[in-house]
């Protein structure tokens, strides 16, 4: 099976919902429309082998005219001391990342709203595609291992190893744009439980 079920990946629509702090480890998706959840979140180790949020990827419109690119940014990454000034428990940290990257494997399309989780004990990795906050941030976004990896790196070495952050990038061009993250955080404090910024 294509998810794993030694730590809890929840794929979520991003916007102000909780994920309950007893959920029991596995994969889930929930969706959450205007703020609200719709429904309980749903256990997709129990469904076939299947990811029912899967997108084979919107394709990418041409490039605006005399470019040969798309502009694309990453931002130096937010750091989080305020959920603590102690480590990330060092192997929890490090099973939720691993699981983050094998599920984004070599790059899973995600619609605007869709966003993955990994939860091990009181850490959280994620991938966050945010929508809603520009009307031009609508684009389909792509999960990648070599990406989750590299904003790993950026924030242990902006805030230190095993210290709670995000790494953030837009990209795309007009009304096709995309607004994602990868982070970690300590899923155990307030802050942490809501990450992503929107509450998950």
């Known amino acids: 099976m294509r998810f794993h079920t030694t730590i809890g990946i929840v794929l ?10 007893d959920i029991a480890p596995g994969l889930y998706a929930v969706e959450v429309v205007n703020g609200t959840e719709v429904g309980d979140p749903i256990r997709l ?7 029912p949020f899967n997108t ?6 041409l490039f605006p005219r005399g470019r040969k690119s798309f502009d694309k ?20 940290a490090d099973a939720a990342k691993a699981d983050l990257m094998a599920q984004c494997g070599d790059g899973h399309w995600l619609k605007p709203g ?8 009181c850490v959280a990795a994620y991938f966050c595609h945010w929508w809603g906050k ?47 993250a990868y982070g970690v955080e300590s899923y155990c404090t307030s802050w942490g439980h809501d990450f992503c910024g929107w509450g998950a």
């Open 12 to 21: 979520a629509f991003t916007a102000r919902a909780a994920i309950p702090r």
């Open 73 to 92: 940014r990453w931002y130096k990454p937010d750091c989080y001391p305020f959920e603590g000034t102690e480590d990330l428990d060092h192997p929890t």
């Open 134 to 180: 520009n009307k031009y941030y609508h684009h389909d976004a792509r999960c990648t291992s070599h990406d989750a990896a590299a904003s790993f790196q950026e924030i242990d070495n902006t805030c230190g190893t095993y210290k709670p952050g995000q790494r953030r990038e837009d990209g795309g061009s007009g009304g096709n744009r995309w607004d994602i």
């Open 45 to 51: 180790d129990d469904l076939p082998d299947s990811d």
């Open 56 to 61: 084979s990827g919107t394709p990418y419109p």
């Open 114 to 121: 869709h966003s993955y989780y990994a939860i091990k004990g």
